[in-house]
């Protein structure tokens, strides 16, 4: 199987930065896309950013500019650089990958176990 361990995450102040990386282990086969997403407080979990295995990524209107994914394929991670972090990014943040193991070949989607993200002063 396939497992993510985040890290990175915490309290900042208004305009502070923050960088959250996610490790992928286990018998992977191939990893497809890695990406974050994060869910506030009575919200529906939302997507970050993404990249691909090639290199290409995506990242949302809310963080542009501020936020920028980046991925390691030798160390299968993927890191969150956030820059001017306001009060509203405040979530708990979930790495995601898009993955196949060894044993089944067959992609799946796989998810950490979340790390809090506090921006307040």
């Known amino acids: 199987q396939l497992q993510l361990v985040e890290s990175g995450g915490g309290l900042v102040q208004p305009g502070g930065s923050l960088r959250l990386s996610c490790a992928a282990s286990g018998t992977i086969f191939t990893i497809y896309t890695m990406g974050w997403y994060r869910q506030a407080p009575g919200k529906q979990r939302e997507l970050v950013a993404v990249?691909?295995?090639?290199?290409?990524?995506t990242v949302v209107d809310s963080v542009k500019g501020r936020f920028t994914i980046s991925r390691d394929n030798a160390k299968n991670t993927v890191y969150l650089q956030m820059n001017s972090l306001k009060v509203e990014d405040t979530a708990v943040y979930y790495c995601?990958?898009?993955?196949?193991?060894?044993?089944?070949?067959?992609?799946?989607?796989?998810w950490g176990q979340g790390t809090q993200v506090t921006v307040s002063s």
């Open positions: 990249t691909t295995k090639g290199g290409s990524t």
């Open positions: 995601n990958a898009v993955a196949s193991v060894i044993a089944t070949k067959t992609p799946g989607s796989y």
